[in-house]
Protein backbone atom coordinates (compact mmCIF):
# COMPACT_ATOMS: atom_id res chain seq x y z
CA UNK A 1 0.00 0.00 0.00
CA UNK A 2 1.36 3.28 -0.98
CA UNK A 3 1.57 6.17 1.31
CA UNK A 4 0.59 9.66 -0.21
CA UNK A 5 2.01 12.66 1.70
CA UNK A 6 0.36 15.73 2.01
CA UNK A 7 3.60 18.10 2.23
CA UNK A 8 7.46 17.68 1.21
CA UNK A 9 8.16 17.28 4.48
CA UNK A 10 6.46 14.71 5.41
CA UNK A 11 8.00 12.85 3.09
CA UNK A 12 11.59 13.82 4.17
CA UNK A 13 10.59 12.70 7.64
CA UNK A 14 9.24 9.33 5.98
CA UNK A 15 12.47 8.95 3.64
CA UNK A 16 14.54 9.71 7.14
CA UNK A 17 12.84 6.75 8.85
CA UNK A 18 13.58 4.35 6.27
CA UNK A 19 17.60 5.61 6.31
CA UNK A 20 20.08 3.36 8.49
CA UNK A 21 21.00 5.76 10.96
CA UNK A 22 24.54 7.07 10.22
CA UNK A 23 26.75 5.39 13.48
CA UNK A 24 29.82 7.88 14.84
CA UNK A 25 33.38 6.28 14.83
CA UNK A 26 33.44 5.59 19.11
CA UNK A 27 29.76 3.65 17.95
CA UNK A 28 31.38 1.59 14.76
CA UNK A 29 34.38 0.59 17.68
CA UNK A 30 32.31 -0.58 19.90
CA UNK A 31 30.38 -2.42 17.67
CA UNK A 32 33.55 -4.14 15.92
CA UNK A 33 34.59 -5.03 19.76
CA UNK A 34 31.18 -6.68 20.33
CA UNK A 35 31.24 -8.61 16.95
CA UNK A 36 35.22 -9.54 18.28
CA UNK A 37 34.24 -10.53 21.48
CA UNK A 38 30.87 -12.71 20.38
CA UNK A 39 33.34 -14.80 17.59
CA UNK A 40 35.23 -14.80 20.59
CA UNK A 41 32.97 -16.38 23.13
CA UNK A 42 32.07 -18.89 19.63
CA UNK A 43 35.40 -20.09 19.82
CA UNK A 44 35.80 -20.40 23.36
CA UNK A 45 33.02 -22.53 23.20
CA UNK A 46 34.22 -25.25 20.94
CA UNK A 47 38.01 -24.75 22.46
CA UNK A 48 37.08 -24.62 25.73
CA UNK A 49 36.12 -28.46 26.25
CA UNK A 50 38.89 -29.44 23.96
CA UNK A 51 41.33 -27.93 26.62
CA UNK A 52 39.90 -29.73 29.95
CA UNK A 53 39.80 -32.55 27.69
CA UNK A 54 43.61 -32.47 26.69
CA UNK A 55 44.22 -31.30 30.59
CA UNK A 56 42.72 -34.52 31.63
CA UNK A 57 44.54 -36.74 29.43
CA UNK A 58 47.93 -35.55 30.08
CA UNK A 59 47.27 -35.51 33.88
CA UNK A 60 46.08 -39.20 33.50
CA UNK A 61 49.85 -39.21 31.64
CA UNK A 62 51.54 -37.65 34.30
CA UNK A 63 50.25 -40.10 36.61
CA UNK A 64 51.44 -42.68 34.42
CA UNK A 65 54.73 -42.18 33.85
CA UNK A 66 55.23 -41.67 37.88
CA UNK A 67 53.99 -44.89 38.19
CA UNK A 68 56.12 -46.08 35.44
CA UNK A 69 59.26 -44.41 37.04
CA UNK A 70 58.62 -45.98 40.20
CA UNK A 71 58.62 -49.04 39.11
CA UNK A 72 61.41 -48.82 36.69
CA UNK A 73 63.42 -47.82 40.00
CA UNK A 74 62.32 -50.27 42.12
CA UNK A 75 63.48 -52.57 39.06
CA UNK A 76 66.58 -50.98 39.49
CA UNK A 77 67.31 -51.56 43.01
CA UNK A 78 65.97 -55.41 42.79
CA UNK A 79 69.05 -55.48 39.65
CA UNK A 80 71.36 -54.09 42.17
CA UNK A 81 70.28 -56.12 44.74
CA UNK A 82 70.74 -59.40 41.92
CA UNK A 83 74.43 -58.01 41.20
CA UNK A 84 75.42 -57.83 44.59
CA UNK A 85 74.27 -61.02 45.37
CA UNK A 86 75.91 -62.55 42.40
CA UNK A 87 79.21 -61.03 43.45
CA UNK A 88 78.79 -62.31 47.23
CA UNK A 89 78.15 -65.70 45.38
CA UNK A 90 81.06 -65.79 43.42
CA UNK A 91 83.50 -64.89 46.09
CA UNK A 92 81.98 -67.67 48.00
CA UNK A 93 82.24 -69.66 45.26
CA UNK A 94 86.35 -68.85 45.01
CA UNK A 95 86.36 -69.43 48.25
CA UNK A 96 84.84 -73.10 48.45
CA UNK A 97 87.44 -73.66 45.39
CA UNK A 98 90.24 -72.35 47.28
CA UNK A 99 89.00 -74.65 50.78
CA UNK A 100 88.27 -77.76 48.41
CA UNK A 101 91.87 -77.19 47.09
CA UNK A 102 93.42 -77.17 50.83
CA UNK A 103 91.27 -80.12 51.73
CA UNK A 104 92.51 -82.02 47.84
CA UNK A 105 96.08 -81.21 48.90
CA UNK A 106 96.05 -82.13 52.44
CA UNK A 107 94.03 -85.70 51.33
CA UNK A 108 96.78 -86.34 48.59
CA UNK A 109 99.28 -85.77 51.37
CA UNK A 110 97.38 -88.36 53.71
CA UNK A 111 97.36 -91.06 50.57
CA UNK A 112 101.26 -90.49 49.42
CA UNK A 113 101.69 -91.11 53.24
CA UNK A 114 99.73 -94.16 53.74
CA UNK A 115 100.91 -95.31 50.34
CA UNK A 116 104.39 -94.54 51.50
CA UNK A 117 104.33 -96.27 54.87
CA UNK A 118 102.40 -99.25 53.11
CA UNK A 119 105.39 -99.13 50.79
CA UNK A 120 107.60 -99.30 53.74
CA UNK A 121 105.95 -101.68 55.79
CA UNK A 122 105.68 -104.35 52.62
CA UNK A 123 109.55 -104.13 51.92
CA UNK A 124 109.66 -104.61 55.61
CA UNK A 125 108.07 -107.82 55.44
CA UNK A 126 109.33 -108.72 52.54
CA UNK A 127 113.21 -108.07 54.23
CA UNK A 128 111.66 -109.88 57.22
CA UNK A 129 110.54 -113.32 54.99
CA UNK A 130 113.40 -113.40 53.17
CA UNK A 131 115.84 -112.96 56.49
CA UNK A 132 113.75 -115.66 58.03
CA UNK A 133 114.33 -117.76 54.49
CA UNK A 134 118.44 -117.58 54.82
Known sequence: MKKYFNR??????????????????EEVKIAEKIKFWEEQDKINQELIPR???????ISELVIRIDEQSTIIGNIKDELNLIQIS???????VEKEKYNNNDILNSL????FLNYSTLGFSILALILSILSLIN
Open 8 to 25: KSDFEKEEKKNEKPQLTK
Open 51 to 57: VIKNHEL
Open 86 to 92: KSQIACS
Open 108 to 111: NKKI
